[in-house]
């Protein structure tokens, strides 16, 4: 499983997340769907081939907790962030996206809109 390192690199104070990366249909459907809890560190970034509002729409059913989310598009700048409540439908990102990061609901504050970031691959031992 592919991780990686998000930087908000537009505030120094913000500590990086470790992300799973999900590039796949599957994966990205699944999401953190019925997982019961998630680490204030840890994340899953959610990526998709072009920056679009429809495909970076993200529903909360069966998700049993609350999360922090960023759309984040092609130039790594965030486009929109929101509290995405537990078992609610639909969530649209304001402005086209490519990368969506769910995260613990304490990290809400961690990114605004128009901050920039950085992805870095992990090495795991494999």
Not at 33 to 44: K, M
Not at 54 to 74: E, F, K, P, Q, R
Not at 85 to 92: A, M, P, S
């Amino acid at each position: 499983m592919q991780q990686v390192l998000v930087r908000n690199l537009s505030r120094d104070s913000v500590q990086p997340i470790q992300a799973r990366f999900c590039d796949s249909f599957f994966c990205r459907l699944r999401g953190l769907t019925f997982q019961r809890s998630l680490g204030i560190q840890d994340a899953l970034l959610l990526v998709h081939s072009r920056d679009s509002r429809l495909d970076t729409s993200i529903h909360m059913l069966g998700v049993l907790v609350n999360l922090a989310v960023a759309w984040i598009d092609s130039q790594n700048q965030v486009v929109d962030v929101r509290l995405a409540r537990r078992w609610r439908l639909v969530y649209l990102p304001k402005r086209p996206a490519r990368y969506v990061l769910e995260m613990h609901a304490e990290r809400l504050n961690d990114f605004r809109i128009g901050d920039r970031v950085s992805f870095e691959e992990v090495e795991t031992d494999c």
